[in-house]
Structures are given as structure tokens and as C-alpha cells.
């Protein structure tokens, strides 16, 4: 079973920025598409953004959109989560997760998962 592993979060205050990132442990990804999710708390979890296995395409919610960009490096096996212009709302645990095809959406219903790696933005 492939296990995500995240890291990169953190305290930071509004406006400020922090990078995720999130490899497999113990296995090479192959063709699997990635995404990144967020759960605040009493809140469902939500679809943040998702990369294909090339990198050329991309989906953002409409909350980041324009502020947080995914990417990915293959040759080191990670995918990344760059945030800028933070805000309150974005406080949450962000999720790492991975399907086993090259593209996915924010619809799609993803195979692996991370434990999750808390950011907390104070105002």
C-alpha cells in the first residue's frame, strides 16, 4: 500500500506564505496523477487542487485560485503546494493524495492518501 507523506505546514500569519510538500514512502509513483485537499475543522473536506502526471494540467478550487499553485518534479518524486497572500480562512489540515491515472479532477475519487499536515493562519 502506498503511503503519502506530507510536510511543510505551520504557523504563519495573513498574507504570508508556506510551501507543501508530499512524497510516497517507499514506492516511485507511476503515471498517477496528484492532488492536495483541506479539512477545516467542522468543516467536510474540500478539493484544493490537483496536477497531472506531466504537470500540464492543472485544476484549482475557486478559493485559491490565483494564490496557491501545484506542482511537481518527477526526477525527486514530489508534489508541491506553493500558498501565497494566506488568509484565516485557509487555516485547515491539507491533505496529500494520489489516483492511479496520469489526470484527475477536483470530482475524482482519489486511491492514496496522507495523514494530513496542519496550517494555521492567524489574522
Known amino acids: 500500500q502506498v503511503q503519502l507523506v506530507e510536510s511543510g505546514g505551520g504557523l504563519v500569519q495573513a498574507g504570508g506564505s508556506l510551501r507543501l510538500s508530499c512524497a510516497p514512502s517507499g514506492r516511485t509513483f507511476s503515471s498517477a496523477a496528484m492532488g492536495w485537499f483541506r479539512q477545516a475543522p467542522g468543516k467536510e473536506r474540500e478539493f484544493v487542487a490537483s496536477?497531472?502526471?506531466?504537470?500540464?494540467?492543472?485544476y484549482y478550487a475557486d478559493s485559491v485560485k490565483g494564490r496557491f499553485t501545484i506542482s511537481r518534479d518527477n526526477a525527486k518524486n514530489t508534489v508541491y503546494l506553493q500558498m501565497n497572500s494566506l488568509k484565516p480562512d485557509d487555516t485547515a489540515v491539507y491533505y496529500c493524495?494520489?489516483?492511479?491515472?496520469?489526470?484527475?479532477?477536483?470530482?475524482?475519487?482519489?486511491?492514496?492518501w496522507g495523514q494530513g499536515t496542519q496550517v494555521t493562519v492567524s489574522s
Open positions: 493524495a494520489g489516483k492511479r491515472t496520469p489526470v484527475a479532477g477536483p470530482t475524482s475519487l482519489y486511491d492514496y
Open positions: 496536477i497531472s502526471w506531466t504537470g500540464g494540467t492543472t
